[in-house]
């Protein structure tokens, strides 16, 4: 059995662990005739790779991104893209004790209960520098979107850390790529950081939310009934590592509104159809609107903690477990650019499926 790739028509396989030599991911149908540079993968790949900031892990790595196959004087030929990331600062004497103990919150004690055999070297397969892998296929995405759907842009961003919310009466776009949270209120990064600060000292971690937005994707994407976009979407975003709950447009927050207040109103504006609100977060029955998609998700706090936990070893002997190692005190941070990438994949698979069923043609209003 295969579960290590997503996609129908652009589809990524990614491959590697933590501590092997090198991770990957291969794309395989992506257009050919595409402009695509690995200065142009690598930016995505910068702003998720680790030990940038205080604010993140402490494992340095260059992630340098290297295509290996599917492009040919700078374009893609249609053939499968390789691309690899080489680990290079591993430190695997570090994880020496979850050989045989389970961190809880990980997968130790599920990759040894399903396989019988894991490697334990910072996490192995479990460990998110996987996600560096989607990053580049994501990259390969934006590459096509930047030629197929020259207007779109997707963006992430924190809307929370713990306790601390984003106040969206400050929401300044131009500030996201100007701190290490990702958080669109240069203001509050400095409380921000202390935040995180004292949660560290305190050697604990904590949970995030993270919203993404597809702003320009064209309507007429997704599949009903099991092609839903949103049904992949939300996919999509559940597949990262710790990530525990997905919400699309007002999400759970319908729960509380009544049919007045969610109806996204429609009229007629010069250039066609316009929405006078997003509640559906650009999504009608599992196809896309026009207007932006909107993706909340939220990740749990990083369960590698100094603070010892009551856990089990494989000799079912009951155990306290501190983590070493280096860790990130809110993993949501770096999901960022990890979503953006996610979301890109599934909205170009969904623009070539769209192509292969209907070849763009769309039903007229007025
Ligand atoms: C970008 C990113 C970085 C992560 N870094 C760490 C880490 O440093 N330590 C850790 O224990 N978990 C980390 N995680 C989370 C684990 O990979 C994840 O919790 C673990 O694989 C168990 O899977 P689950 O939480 O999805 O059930 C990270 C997650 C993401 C998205």
Known sequence: MSFNSFGHLFRVTTWGESHGPALGATVDGCPPGIEIEPAFIQQ?????????????????????????????????????????????????????????????????????????????RGGGRSSARE????????????????????????????????????????????????????LPDAGAVDEWSEYLAAIRKGQSSVGAAIEVVA?????GLGAP???????????????????????????????????????????????GVEYLSNHAGGILGGITTGQPITVRFAVKPTSSILT???????????????????????????????AEAMMACVILDHLLMDRAQTGGQRGEIG
């Not at 300044?172 to 990702?182: H, T, Y």
């Not at 996919?235 to 996204?264: F, H, P, Q, R, W």
């Open 44 to 120: 995505f790949l910068d702003r998720r790779r680790p030990g940038q900031s205080k604010e993140t892990t402490q494992r340095k790595e260059p992630d340098e991104v290297r295509i290996l196959s599917g492009t040919f004087e700078g374009r893609t030929t249609g053939t499968p893209i390789q691309l690899m990331i080489e680990n290079t600062n591993q430190r695997s004497k570090d994880y020496g004790e979850i050989a045989q103990q389970f961190r809880p919150g990980h997968a130790d004690i599920t990759y040894h209960q399903k396989y019988g055999v894991r490697d334990y």
């Open 131 to 182: 996600t560096a892998a989607r990053v580049a296929a994501g990259g390969v995405a934006q590459a096509v979107l930047r030629k197929l759907v020259p207007g779109l842009k997707i963006t992430g961003y924190m809307v929370q850390m713990g306790e601390k919310h984003l106040d969206r009466s400050r929401f300044d776009r131009a500030a996201i790529l100007q701190n290490p949270f990702f």
């Open 215 to 219: 702003e320009g994707c064209p309507p």
């Open 225 to 271: 009934v099991y092609g839903k976009i949103d049904t992949e979407l939300a996919a999509a975003m559940m597949s990262i590592n710790a990530v525990k709950g997905v919400e699309i447009g007002e999400g759970m927050g319908a729960a509380a509104l009544t049919g007045i207040e969610n109806a996204d109103e429609m009229v007629m504006g010069p250039e």
């Open 308 to 338: 010892p936990r009551r856990s089990v070893n494989t000799r079912g002997e009951e155990v306290e477990v501190i983590t070493k190692g280096r860790h990130d005190p809110c993993v949501g941070i770096r999901a960022v650019p990890v």
